[in-house]
């Protein structure tokens, strides 16, 4: 895998093999794809990676980060507006589909769309057209689109947050992105090809790591996944520039044994995550007096979503 500046997937474990290998063979059609993965994990990286290896390359990659579309404006910024569609409406104005013409729309978050703006993209995907606001004609074009979520989306289906058309119709492809404590030596190798990187971006010489500085690396969970990796390298390459880093030079989350964070504690002897579920979920339930919208409540969940998990775990009521 070459290195690039900062674009091109580092990666040698097999799981992340497997996620290229599928990567470029979808890159070379135009099916829907669904990328899936824990915040930093890549997603984003991985849809320019399609696209660059796609006949779209020469075109446009228009990123949109779904959870950041204000819900009153999602129609009109994704579709665009006609003069006079709303107050404001000064000008016409083009959307992010009109301007992905012939390469890829990026919907990063999809599951924080609206359902109005939702079925508004299922017809888009279906037909080709959208409608501008304050257009009376569709207007088609030819738009790749590649959608990414760090939540699971089919539990937001199953609580009716997600349409289920819409679902199926971006999840013709999923890749599913592991988080970086997932890939088997891999941090080893991001961490030196992201110093070397950074390094040279900043005009330093790399640091280089000591075998226990690099055990501790590889035993640290990584929970903002490569993100958190490349920002830390920065912060090494600026702080131990040409210089030897031993374990106890390393930031104290990164140097600690990971401690028990959060209000619960995992006992020495671990424990099955499953029969805690039902024994909060019956515990809820009681506490509730067999009331399941006050018991879903009570365990921070909706309705639909604790229905989901009593059918699921075929919890007696
Ligand atoms: N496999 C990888 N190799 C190199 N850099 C990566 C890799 N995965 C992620 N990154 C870098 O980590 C950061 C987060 O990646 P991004 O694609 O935005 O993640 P996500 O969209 O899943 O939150 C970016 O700076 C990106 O360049
Ligand atoms: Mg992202």
Same mark, same amino acid.
């Given at each position: =895998? ?13 799981? =992340? ?34 696209? $660059?290896?796609?006949?779209?390359? #020469? ?7 779904? /959870?950041?579309?204000? %819900? ?6 994704? &579709?665009?507006?006609? @003069? #006079? ?10 959307? &992010?589909?009109?301007?992905?013409? *012939? ?16 079925? @508004? ?22 738009? !790749? ?9 089919? %539990?937001?289906? !199953? ?7 819409? &679902?199926? !119709? ?10 970086? $404590? ?16 950074? /390094? ?23 929970? *903002? ?10 912060? =090494? ?30 006992? /020495? ?10 024994? =909060? ?8 007096? *067999? ?16 229905? &989901?998990?009593? !059918? @699921? ?5």
């Amino acid at each position: =895998m070459k290195t690039g500046h900062g674009t091109t997937l580092i990666g040698e474990s097999p799981e =992340m093999q497997a996620v290229l290998r599928a990567a470029r063979l979808v890159a070379a059609t135009d099916v829907p794809v669904l990328i899936e993965g824990e915040s930093g994990t890549g997603k984003e990286l991985l849809a320019r990676d399609v696209h $660059r290896h796609s006949r779209r390359s #020469g075109k446009a990659f228009i990123s949109v980060n779904c /959870a950041a579309l204000p %819900e009153a404006l999602a129609e009109s910024l994704l &579709y665009g507006h006609r @003069k #006079g569609a709303f107050t404001g409406a000064i000008d016409h104005q083009q959307g &992010y589909v009109g301007a992905a013409h *012939g390469g890829i729309l990026f919907l990063d978050e999809v599951g924080e769309l609206s359902l109005p703006v939702q079925a @508004k993209l299922l017809r888009f995907l279906e037909s080709g057209e959208f409608q501008p606001v304050g257009q009376a004609q569709p207007q088609s074009v030819d738009v !790749r689109v590649i959608a990414a979520t760090n939540r699971c989306l089919e %539990e937001r289906v !199953r609580a009716g947050e997600f349409r289920e058309d819409l &679902y199926y !119709r971006l999840r013709v492809v999923p890749l599913e992105l592991p988080p970086l $404590r997932q890939r088997q030596g891999d941090v080893g190798l991001l961490t030196e090809r992201l110093s070397a990187d950074l /390094a040279a971006r900043h005009g330093l010489e790399a640091p280089r790591f000591t075998p226990a500085a690099r055990r501790r690396l590889e035993d640290y969970g990584w929970p *903002g996944n490569v993100r958190e990796l490349r920002n830390f390298c920065e912060r =090494m390459v600026v702080l131990f520039g040409g210089r030897v880093v031993d374990a106890g030079n390393l930031p104290a989350e990164i140097r600690r044994p990971q401690p028990a964070t959060g209000r619960f504690r995992l006992p /020495a002897g671990g424990l099955s995550l499953q029969a805690l579920e039902v024994d =909060m979920i019956r515990q809820a339930l009681q506490q509730a007096g *067999g009331n399941r919208s006050r018991a879903a409540r009570l365990l921070g969940l909706t309705r639909d979503t604790l229905l &989901y998990r009593i !059918r @699921k775990h075929a919890i007696e009521a």
